[in-house]
């Protein structure tokens, strides 16, 4: 992610918004730049890692995602672990196979190039489709953290575990 994709990711995010109540999703050149200039500062304090997603075929941009809220507990220089989320898509990318294929690169990167101990990725509780989304990619389901990000409505977060664990991911990619 970067300045420059401040006007595509205001146009992504002005589409129709009904399936965006669960993530933020910038509404308009201000809002964007905004939650560009948000990101960007949360990866220059390794906060997180923001992405844009592209429809291949077109190169439109469709979206965002990130890593987030990396933990370094052995020291080490990469994170030990870390979090996928912020997910959005503009309802033409949704359903569609963009959020996988940008799921397994960036879990492709956090267990091979970051050789991470385990990935998590989290949705609100009441987001169906994105539950659907993460189990689809063999994900296990942790639990419930209640209340657990700052909200002006009531909000719990489902935890999934994304294949977990390193050696599982070796595993399964040794074949």
């Known amino acids: 992610m970067a300045i420059e994709h401040v006007d595509a990711i205001a146009a992504a995010g002005t589409a129709d918004r009904t399936t965006f109540g669960y993530t933020h999703v910038p509404?308009?050149?201000?809002?964007?730049d905004d939650y560009v200039t948000w990101l960007l500062d949360d990866a220059t304090h390794d906060r997180a890692a923001p992405f844009v997603q592209r429809r291949v075929v077109d190169g439109t941009l469709v979206g965002c995602t990130r890593f987030l809220n990396p933990l370094w507990p052995?020291?080490?220089e990469h994170p030990d672990e870390v979090e996928i989320g912020g997910t959005w898509l503009s309802p033409s990318a949704q359903r569609t196979a963009i959020n996988t294929e940008a799921k397994l690169l960036l879990l492709t990167h956090a267990f091979e190039t970051w050789h991470v101990q385990r990935v998590a990725i989290c949705t609100d509780a009441r987001n169906i489709q994105s539950r659907r989304a993460i189990e689809r990619l063999g994900?296990?389901?942790?639990?419930?953290?209640?209340?657990?990000?700052?909200?002006?409505?009531?909000?719990?977060?489902?935890?999934?575990?994304?294949?977990?664990?390193?050696?599982?991911?070796?595993f399964s990619n040794s074949r």
Do not use: Q
């Open 74 to 76: 052995l020291g080490r």
């Open 139 to 170: 994900a296990h389901f942790e639990g419930e953290l209640r209340r657990h990000r700052r909200s002006t409505r009531r909000r719990e977060k489902n935890w999934w575990s994304a294949i977990l664990r390193r050696l599982a991911w070796e």
């Open 27 to 32: 509404d308009g050149g201000n809002e964007a």
